[in-house]
């Protein structure tokens, strides 16, 4: 049902979408587009994936990122050098060290559990039996009283609502240690 | 609302379809509809990828209560305690405490082992490794004392799998991992399903985490980290057990450690050539064809002198 493709979007592109944001926030001037850009910068990544996936995943997202911001200022005839010599350059992203996103996992869960308390009553008891009980969705609607179509929609709002809650709190960057033997130096920092 | 956000809902509406359970009416529907458009399919994605984040929510799940907490030294007594628990005023418990099992298995450095448990489970020890295992009735119990095993796990829900390594107990959730221990320090790696790594020190509270399917965790006094990775490099991790070591371009120093495990003539890397930059796959105990390499490729100085070999440039 998932295709070699999707999990690769999902492995691949979809953990650098904080860093992918900064790069949006800082480069342009609309903040309230942020999202839009960043759904449009997706799509044009899994177009040309499905021709041939890039060599780098990164450095391919960012430059899809950045030419799709100059498309859009020359759209709205805005374009100019400045503006476009204003934008981070794609080495200095290529700089930055490349940063794994360890989470610490103790405040990973915390993180989900404070997302999982913001919601409403019903959702957020759908929630805790359903993932933290490992209830199926059968079950929650036995244990709750109420139907499993209910359950249902519980389940699609309860997403819907933990994307917003969590957005832009993926991960916890710690520090790019790349050796299993060194690896685990890094902990007594 | 908008398009986009019109779009969201259709995908959230599926993602719950698809943990209710689909037929296969159902499941043609949902690729005929994921087929329309990419960005159908890239919302989706997004969403599913929240979703399954909440599945490390499973950590805040309470433990069973007939998993005991071993302890060092004592593993009869655990066995017992164990057995105990299940049968708890059965009055069986003198006979399920000699049913009870424990072996002890070793490998020396640069050997390797295979060992299958009555149980069916599958255990490949790596070099310079000790394990013991002790198998009851109600739990499975396998204490890593040194070293590398990889655990290819037969899952039954009434007889847990725990190993534990150092102050961690991973626990089996019906899966294949590994776990790597240098003293204090614990390393599992999740292949297959799940496993929940807890804190043993007596004490502690802290929350347990679960690790899915490519993860790895690193764990050190109470700190644990978590970081998920692509298949082919959880392949690579685990390549040791068909005797290889995949490196990709790493430095020499860190490449000479991971060999060192496998040999007693260990090579000590010095100078500048300890940051030079290697990659390829080596069998762990061919150490010529690296230093040939090194002397022939990298016009590296390489000296064998009484159980070591130094180089430098």
């Given at each position: 049902?998932?295709?070699?493709?999707?999990?690769?979007?999902?492995?691949?592109?979809?953990?650098?979408?904080?860093?992918?944001?900064?790069?949006?926030?800082?480069?342009?001037?609309?903040?309230?587009?942020?999202?839009?850009?960043?759904?449009?910068?997706?799509?044009?990544?899994?177009?040309?994936?499905?021709?041939?996936?890039?060599?780098?995943?990164?450095?391919?997202?960012?430059?899809?990122?950045?030419?799709?911001?100059?498309?859009?200022?020359?759209?709205?005839?805005?374009?100019?050098?400045?503006s476009i010599a204003d934008f981070d350059t794609i080495g200095a992203v290529e700089e930055l060290p490349d940063l794994e996103r360890w989470t610490a996992a103790r405040q990973e869960v915390r993180i989900l559990m404070d997302a999982v308390k913001k919601l409403p009553p019903r959702c957020r008891e759908v929630m805790t039996l359903r993932k933290i009980?490992?209830?199926?969705?059968?079950?929650?609607?036995?244990?709750?009283?109420?139907?499993?179509?209910?359950?249902?929609?519980?389940?699609?709002?309860?997403?819907?609502?933990?994307?917003?809650?969590?957005?832009?709190?993926?991960?916890?960057?710690?520090?790019?240690?790349?050796?299993?033997?060194?690896?685990?130096?890094?902990?007594?920092? | 609302?908008?398009?986009?956000?019109?779009?969201?809902?259709?995908?959230?509406?599926?993602?719950?379809?698809?943990?209710?359970?689909?037929?296969?009416?159902?499941?043609?529907?949902?690729?005929?509809?994921?087929?329309?458009?990419?960005?159908?399919?890239?919302?989706?994605?997004?969403?599913?990828?929240?979703?399954?984040?909440?599945?490390?929510?499973?950590?805040?799940?309470?433990?069973?209560?007939?998993?005991?907490?071993?302890?060092?030294?004592?593993?009869?007594?655990?066995?017992?305690?164990?057995?105990?628990?299940?049968?708890?005023?059965?009055?069986?418990?003198?006979?399920?405490?000699?049913?009870?099992?424990?072996?002890?298995?070793?490998?020396?450095?640069?050997?390797?082992?295979?060992?299958?448990?009555?149980?069916?489970?599958?255990?490949?020890?790596?070099?310079?490794?000790?394990?013991?295992?002790?198998?009851?009735?109600?739990?499975?119990?396998?204490?890593?004392?040194?070293?590398?095993?990889?655990?290819?796990?037969?899952?039954?829900?009434?007889?847990?799998?725990?190993?534990?390594?150092?102050?961690?107990?991973?626990?089996?959730?019906g899966t294949k991992f590994s776990v790597f221990r240098d003293g204090d320090r614990v390393e599992v790696i999740v292949k297959e399903g799940q496993v929940r790594v807890d804190v043993i020190t007596p004490g502690s509270s802290d929350a347990p985490v679960v690790a899915e399917r490519n993860t790895i965790v690193?764990?050190?006094?109470?700190?644990?980290?978590?970081?998920?990775?692509?298949?082919?490099?959880?392949?690579?991790?685990?390549?040791?057990?068909?005797?290889?070591?995949?490196?990709?371009?790493?430095?020499?120093?860190?490449?000479?450690?991971?060999?060192?495990?496998?040999?007693?003539?260990?090579?000590?890397?010095?100078?500048?050539?300890?940051?030079?930059?290697?990659?390829?796959?080596?069998?762990?105990?061919?150490?010529?064809?690296?230093?040939?390499?090194?002397?022939?490729?990298?016009?590296?100085?390489?000296?064998?002198?009484?159980?070591?070999?130094?180089?430098?440039?």
């Amino acid at each position: 049902m998932e295709s070699e493709l999707e999990q690769w979007f999902a492995r691949e592109i979809l953990p650098l979408e904080p860093m992918l944001e900064g790069y949006l926030r800082r480069n342009w001037r609309d903040q309230s587009e942020v999202p839009d850009i960043r759904q449009d910068v997706y799509i044009r990544v899994y177009e040309a994936a499905l021709r041939e996936k890039p060599f780098n995943s990164k450095h391919f997202l960012f430059q899809v990122a950045r030419n799709l911001m100059i498309d859009r200022l020359r759209r709205k005839n805005v374009v100019s050098f400045d503006s476009i010599a204003d934008f981070d350059t794609i080495g200095a992203v290529e700089e930055l060290p490349d940063l794994e996103r360890w989470t610490a996992a103790r405040q990973e869960v915390r993180i989900l559990m404070d997302a999982v308390k913001k919601l409403p009553p019903r959702c957020r008891e759908v929630m805790t039996l359903r993932k933290i009980d490992g209830f199926s969705q059968r079950e929650v609607a036995e244990k709750m009283g109420i139907t499993e179509d209910t359950v249902e929609r519980q389940v699609s709002k309860a997403v819907r609502l933990l994307e917003k809650a969590l957005h832009g709190t993926r991960g916890v960057l710690v520090s790019g240690v790349r050796r299993r033997m060194g690896r685990l130096g890094l902990l007594s920092k | 609302m908008n398009e986009r956000d019109n779009i969201e809902k259709e995908a959230a509406d599926w993602l719950a379809r698809i943990d209710r359970g689909l037929d296969d009416q159902g499941v043609a529907s949902f690729e005929q509809w994921k087929a329309a458009s990419i960005e159908h399919r890239i919302t989706f994605i997004r969403l599913q990828t929240v979703w399954r984040r909440a599945d490390r929510l499973a950590a805040l799940r309470r433990p069973r209560p007939e998993i005991p907490r071993p302890q060092v030294g004592l593993k009869w007594l655990a066995a017992m305690a164990a057995a105990l628990l299940i049968c708890a005023g059965s009055g069986f418990g003198y006979f399920w405490v000699h049913k009870s099992t424990s072996q002890r298995f070793e490998t020396a450095v640069g050997a390797q082992r295979s060992i299958s448990l009555a149980d069916g489970t599958q255990i490949e020890l790596n070099t310079n490794t000790l394990i013991h295992t002790s198998m009851s009735p109600g739990i499975r119990t396998v204490k890593l004392d040194r070293g590398q095993a990889y655990f290819d796990v037969v899952h039954d829900a009434h007889r847990p799998f725990v190993v534990i390594a150092g102050n961690r107990r991973i626990t089996d959730l019906g899966t294949k991992f590994s776990v790597f221990r240098d003293g204090d320090r614990v390393e599992v790696i999740v292949k297959e399903g799940q496993v929940r790594v807890d804190v043993i020190t007596p004490g502690s509270s802290d929350a347990p985490v679960v690790a899915e399917r490519n993860t790895i965790v690193m764990a050190r006094n109470t700190e644990t980290l978590m970081v998920a990775k692509p298949q082919q490099e959880i392949e690579n991790e685990l390549l040791w057990r068909s005797g290889m070591l995949v490196f990709n371009q790493e430095r020499l120093a860190d490449v000479a450690d991971e060999i060192n495990r496998y040999n007693v003539r260990k090579i000590e890397v010095v100078g500048a050539a300890r940051d030079i930059r290697i990659g390829g796959s080596f069998r762990a105990d061919n150490v010529d064809v690296l230093k040939q390499l090194l002397r022939d490729g990298f016009r590296l100085k390489v000296v064998d002198e009484g159980d070591k070999t130094t180089i430098s440039n």
